[in-house]
């Protein structure tokens, strides 16, 4: 994550940037996180918005879903191990698990 509201992907092999997604109006990504399969990414931001990327290739990634509901900043996220849910935990002192399985 990044504070200019983008989510890079590098290759650890020299470190090339491989993919940059962007996320509009964001004031920040404050927290990334893989599925366990690793077609999926998930980040949160201090627009208190979750976002779920699928991958089509390793270059090309698609926003499949913004899931609100949080008041403040998610600082914090992970993916149950069967990738179905993702379990935020944000600066309002909540936590949610949302269902994100078929997005």
Do not use: M
Not at 41 to 64: E, F, P, S, Y
């Amino acid at each position: 994550g990044s504070t200019d509201a983008t989510t890079r992907i590098w290759h650890c092999d020299g470190w090339q940037e491989v993919a940059k997604l962007e996320v509009g109006t964001c004031a920040g990504v404050k927290a990334v996180a893989w599925s366990p399969d690793g077609r999926k990414l998930a980040t949160g931001g201090a627009d208190a918005i979750l976002r779920v990327w699928t991958r089509g290739d390793l270059h090309q990634w698609n926003l499949a879903a913004e899931l609100t509901g949080h008041q403040s900043a998610i600082r914090a996220l992970c993916w149950s191990p069967d990738g179905g849910k993702v379990l935020t935990g944000s600066a309002d002192r909540t936590a949610r698990i949302w269902r994100v399985e078929g997005r």
